[in-house]
């Protein structure tokens, strides 16, 4: 399916409608705004839901300086929670005002990549990451969820919308790091950077049974949020020399697995550098320009090494996996929710976010 | 190399042994006793350690009740906590006085199966397992280590023998259950039987990132301690339909993981009840008589459903991933030590072991 | 999605069509004929084929003995290859005409088993299997496929229809043996009976690296095509003692993986009595009855053995890649095509399938 | 075990030695020579070999130019087949007079690494290559060989030392792209450069159960041995777009697993440059300088791509499964066996190798 004749024909049927919501609309770099836009109306497989809480991704900052590009018009955001407004034709066990979180990743489960177990490449390259990419997000009144069948994941009456909504995109990418290294029991772990992602990789670690895990990060507050979220050692890279101090927490070894979770050369290479012969570097950032791999660490190509990438893991199963591990306890990610604005104050968010002012972690968005 | 030439030249060494030690001998079935017998040599790859702590298994009160076999003079246990009291030719990077853990199974690293990553087959079939099966065993004030260069773990300082003389059997096969089962993170877990093995079982479920687990026992005090393992409910089968009530608990899917811990026809077959299609049953357990797979819950064999079994794994390398797992407080096992004999007391904690008196999980032995 | 919901309202459709069509009707145990019947209608996500080749399956000589249930009044058959006759709504990327073939299996993809790679348990056990199973199969002049986007696979030009049609079932079964079993360059292989599905899964064997593949099988014609197929050797197992051939062939260690294509109590015990310490057992067969599970060459549960069980995969992708396959000359099962009949023949060529025949193996059908 | 000292106590007991051989001996960058040195003695756990067959790896002309750092004085070589002449305390189940195969890599099979499954890493990094590298090599008359349990693989009789030289080292490291790539059946494949590393991993890939193969090669006679290793097109990378065209021939989608077989930025790029998103980049090569990782289409770190790299896997079960593979005809590398010189003439077979002549791939040494 092409993901363009699908936006056209979703526009289309917007045009068509009457009633209007509020929505953040990206009309070019740094030209953002709230305005008024068509409810989405539900197609054969789709639904719409009403938003309850959403948030800001580091990824919708890159998408505002224009550094991530979509095109002008689009409402943006990826992590939406909320309740269902409309259901399209062909959808079964849903009923509207459903409660349901939906991944930033929304698989159609049909096309060759997903029936081949890779959903977050649906369709073509990154084609699973639709919302506030090819078709409208989260961060407005209602949203239209494509493929709906696949991707509405129904929030356990116990569960708060606030500690649900960080599954949608950091916790499911963060904690994919350790899962896509193939992390065992008693591994050693570092995670260079703890900013949002990095927070829920260190708590993926952990989940799936670290021993030694030690975060890399400067700033206190996050060095602090780290340990509590599963870190044993917090290494300030102003301070030390990280790859030396992380061989010598290892015997010399280096770890067995290295996540990156930043997206920049340094902490790419460094990853490489305190990973032991055999281990595996799993990264989670979005590099831009231009990566170099030094020979040296990578053994020249003889040391076992994997690198491996991951986009977020998206779907309902996997939502629901999440929810399950919120709800017995395994996870709690509300001490992330640093800061909540209402919709209309959103533009307020983006700042404060942007300039990771007051200590801001995540940012819950009310419409 | 055939186990039991090396069996026969270790006894003949151990003939010419001047100095001679306490040891428990089995001499057929119920038939036990603390003796004097000549304190064993190292020869070429092999060390002798000074026991320090030991304990006891419920696999020695198979052997001692004569249901499983093993020959008549033979000095039994295989949970060995010592120091090094003599290095045999070969060895690098040890010295006599260094604290070890060794583990129950004792893999050469160097044959067909242990170049194939099946270390616990070393040689044939179960043919790790050598302490107190096929040469002599811990319980004893001295104890020859085969391929002492594999399987030599130095104990961390900072740890104290109890906090890791369970890891030589028990923890490593506890936990190798959800390990075998490659459970997910999410995953849901049964595990039937809270014994020693499935305690640790329920312990491993919970370090690979278990959502809920369920413990099936009717003891009281092992339904505590389940809970204290990381069990979100315990299930008492004398009071409940357990397949009905694991279904209720899992919205009438099954769980993902199912893990066997107790060896019986009944255990067996509720595991394989409570198992969603594709699912797998990760069996700890040792069987005797007949087992029968039921053909409806094995969906007829249509259920891609996995039944994977595992002996403790064991090795130098598995030991000092696991001291590191109790290093970081992932793991503390010392509330199943329940109990504390000197070796000369052994008979009486083999008795209260048996008879499973006073609460007792696991029983430290001191030479 | 409740699946007989879905079969009552393709019932309510198909009563309103007008167009009538021959396929064969199961009316209960040993009564089957061909019938008019309406045409189906293709709704939401469904297309509708107008059958060009199937086949009959061993599952559906069980269906017509009453050994396996289904409904009275259904069409049975899941082996389709065909031209799209109609498409339904919310359906992309195919048109009228397009040639096409449908695996046994119709996963939705968009369920939490399908979501999680659980694509053959499509919404509950053995809920991917629909055709002649909970759903109208494949032995008509038209088929209604479910789940259309996710299940018609093209066919490229220069295949014919008998060139694919095997692979809808029993290739894809076949073949997933040893994929299910994680088989490796240089294992040894056993397959267990040269039917269909035992000679496809030796071929499967083959293609995933195995070193030397032995087939188990009385029959000369089969045992013939079983070395066409890839197997080294033959044993007939009338003629010989099997576990002991099997175990002398592989220097007394067993098979790595030991695979059961028949489902029954001798073959799967024998499968496991080949099997090597730390070896799979996969199974295919399905099984009735009681299946016992030997407890000695089980290692009394101590044998890190597997036993994995495989339903057929399905899906478009799966079909794609066992076509590329047959394009590339990977795999050709014409042989196995042994006979040909025109659907009006179709109870003849039951008859003759069942009675195993004039060295018959798979019967073509043509509408 | 330091290496270093197991290289100084191997040097004192050879100069012990009165008994002499000629070798291959190293003495800087371009002065290689035929030398008479100390035939090797076996210390404990060590066995002695008397070569008779052994060849030139590309590695060794980085040696012999110096862009590869090895000590003065070693014999280099690393690809050995002889006869064991001796053997050390503490071996079991060979005798003198046993022919058998080594690997190039001699895993210890008791170290961490080893027992972690990372046998080629063994005691450190790319610590199992140890023959021409930290201890003498087999490009002489006899050879001492390490971990000799370990490493001593008997050679069926009905193999000839032609038929299986070439495992030790080429057909290891070749096959293992497609192994640690997970290669599965129905997988494209595009292999860059068809020298003897690529041609071998060429023919592992369709021992695998790739569907579609792609050579990449400029050479014709290299091009057209690899379509009899198995490729189904080789693609002139002087004569065509390589890029454009893989992408062709998988109608846009990329090849699931694309090896790299040279150690060039270039080969690697393009590598990444066919891969689909969630594809495996198998690394073989040996990079030298800078290596740099194209941003774009590595999908910004979003591709879930997977870049693995494999050093040639060792130890005595890795060669018996190899030699398995020769002796039931899955394998025939004998073609690759293009040139065959006495050791005395070693240097002349150096020229030719290095010079890539007269159509050379592998060249046979005989002492």
């Given at each position: 399916?092409?993901?363009?004749?699908?936006?056209?024909?979703?526009?289309?049927?917007?045009?068509?409608?009457?009633?209007?919501?509020?929505?953040?609309?990206?009309?070019?770099?740094?030209?953002?705004?709230?305005?008024?836009?068509?409810?989405?109306?539900?197609?054969?497989?789709?639904?719409?839901?009403?938003?309850?809480?959403?948030?800001?991704?580091?990824?919708?900052?890159?998408?505002?300086?224009?550094?991530?590009?979509?095109?002008?018009?689009?409402?943006?955001?990826?992590?939406?929670?909320?309740?269902?407004?409309?259901?399209?034709?062909?959808?079964?066990?849903?009923k509207v005002g459903d409660r349901v979180l939906v991944g930033a990743i929304t698989p159609c489960g049909q096309c060759g990549s997903c029936l081949s177990g890779q959903w977050s490449q649906c369709g073509g390259p990154i084609g699973g990451w639709k919302f506030g990419n090819t078709i409208h997000g989260a961060q407005?009144?209602?949203?239209?969820?494509?493929?709906?069948q696949a991707n509405l994941a129904r929030i356990p009456d116990e569960l708060r919308d606030e500690q649900v909504v960080?599954?949608?995109?950091?916790?499911?990418?963060?904690?994919?790091?350790?899962?896509s290294a193939q992390l065992k029991i008693g591994d050693t772990a570092a995670v260079f950077a703890q900013g949002p992602i990095g927070l829920?990789?260190?708590?993926?670690?952990?989940?799936?049974?670290?021993?030694?895990?030690?975060?890399?990060?400067?700033?206190?507050?996050?060095?602090?949020?780290?340990?509590?979220?599963?870190?044993?050692?917090?290494?300030?890279?102003?301070?030390?020399?990280?790859?030396?101090?992380?061989?010598?927490?290892?015997?010399?070894?280096?770890?067995?697995?290295?996540?990156?979770?930043?997206?920049?050369?340094?902490?790419?290479?460094?990853?490489?550098?305190?990973?032991?012969?055999?281990?595996?570097?799993?990264?989670?950032g979005v590099y831009s320009g231009k990566l170099s791999l030094p020979v040296e660490p990578f053994a020249a190509g003889l040391g076992d090494h994997k690198i491996v990438t991951t986009l977020c893991p998206g779907g309902k199963e996997r939502m629901r996996r999440l929810m399950e591990m919120v709800r017995y306890g395994r996870l709690d990610l509300t001490p992330l929710l640093t800061h909540r604005f209402k919709l209309e104050q959103i533009t307020e968010a983006y700042k404060l976010f942007a300039e990771h002012r007051d200590g801001v972690l995540k940012v819950a968005i009310e419409p």
């Open positions: 399916m092409a993901t363009s004749t699908v936006a056209e024909e979703i526009s289309e049927r917007e045009s068509k409608s009457k009633e209007t919501m509020r929505a953040l609309v990206f009309h070019g770099p740094n030209r953002i705004g709230i305005e008024k836009v068509p409810v989405p109306r539900a197609g054969v497989g789709e639904a719409v839901l009403r938003i309850t809480l959403t948030t800001i991704c580091g990824t919708d900052i890159h998408i505002v300086k224009g550094e991530y590009k979509v095109r002008p018009g689009l409402v943006i955001g990826h992590e939406p929670v909320g309740v269902i407004h409309e259901l399209g034709a062909g959808l079964t066990g849903y407005a009144e209602y949203l239209l969820v494509p493929n709906a960080l599954l949608a995109d950091i916790a499911s990418t963060g904690i994919s790091a350790a899962e829920c990789a260190t708590a993926g670690a952990r989940l799936k049974g670290a021993s030694l895990i030690i975060g890399i990060e400067s700033d206190p507050s996050r060095a602090s949020m780290a340990r509590r979220m599963g870190a044993d050692v917090v290494l300030n890279f102003q301070e030390c020399d990280v790859v030396g101090e992380v061989l010598r927490l290892t015997d010399g070894k280096g770890v067995d697995v290295a996540i990156e979770a930043l997206g920049t050369q340094g902490t790419f290479e460094n990853a490489l550098r305190v990973l032991r012969p055999g281990g595996t570097l799993s990264s989670l």
